[in-house]
């Protein structure tokens, strides 16, 4: 009886462990997929890492294409990897590297339905320290300092439920 009640509250912290440092971001923000959103702006100052997910919601007039970076430049769908017109795409970032998205919508491109996200490496568990001050601080090294508390706001918040599931399990 005891070890099932150990084994479950095994699996809970196994589950909840590797997903405490992934983040979804949800693309345009309230703006979604879209005319008159800047994805160059948007992307400016996050950080993007394997393991997180972007959500593209948007309208019927629109889709998610991934493309090359040719395909990203030229604003040529005609040969992309993925096509998406479901309205809620949800992509996971399994790959280091630049993925490329455009509104394959003739002239949606042009007028800037167009995304390029830099991934890195999956984050550590524990958060690096921060980095010690530099002469001439970047405003990017501000924002990656926000996302980082942000995210251990959010893994506090998930061991936080955790706890209280472990908690119900015990009693
Ligand atoms: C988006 O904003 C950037 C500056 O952040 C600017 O260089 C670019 O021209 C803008 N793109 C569009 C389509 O307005
Ligand atoms: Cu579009």
Not at 87 to 92: A, P, Q
Not at 140 to 151: D, H, P, Q
Request: glycine residues 12%; hydrophobic residues 40%.
């Amino acid at each position: 009886m005891r070890s099932t009640v150990a084994v479950a509250l095994l699996l809970v912290v196994l589950a909840v462990v590797p997903t405490v440092l992934a983040v979804t971001f949800q693309v345009g923000d309230t703006g979604g997929w879209n005319f008159g959103v800047n994805y160059t702006t948007w992307v400016g100052g996050k950080t993007f890492r394997v393991g997180d997910t972007l959500e593209f919601n948007y309208g019927p007039s629109h889709a998610v294409f991934v493309v090359d970076k040719a395909g990203f430049d030229g604003c040529d769908g005609s040969r992309a990897t993925q096509r998406f017109s479901n309205r809620d795409t949800k992509i996971d970032l399994t790959r280091v590297g630049t993925i490329h998205f455009l509104c394959p919508t003739p002239g949606h491109c042009l007028g800037g339905m167009k995304l390029a996200v830099p991934v890195l490496a999956s984050s550590p568990i524990t958060p690096s320290p921060s980095p010690s001050p530099s002469p001439s601080p970047s405003s990017g090294n501000v924002e990656n300092a926000k996302n980082v508390a942000s995210k251990g706001i959010m893994s506090y918040g998930k061991i936080g439920v955790a706890m209280v599931l472990m908690y119900g399990v015990m009693r």
